[in-house]
């Protein structure tokens, strides 16, 4: 995916979850076994409108789960 795709992605599921990321959606609060990553169907589950495009643009280093620092990356 490039860059430009996976921005404009991310800007668009950050912008239709605005109101649940207003409601304080935390990783810890979301990393439902609590360990230490957050998979596709924990964050999902949390926000519907993360979808699979989004989360494969922020898992960076293509490891298949969200580190914190990729769940902060998304700007929730």
């Not at 989004?54 to 789960?65: E, G, I, L, W, Y």
């Amino acid at each position: 995916m490039s860059k430009r795709l996976a921005a404009t992605v991310v800007f668009g599921a950050l912008t239709a979850s605005s109101a649940a990321f207003s409601q304080g959606v935390t990783f810890e609060a979301v990393d439902g076994d609590q360990d230490g990553f957050l998979t596709f169907s924990e964050i999902s589950a949390a926000v519907p409108a993360v979808t699979e495009d989004v989360f494969k643009a922020a898992d960076s280093n293509q490891d298949a789960v969200l580190s914190p620092d990729e769940f902060t990356a998304l700007g929730l």
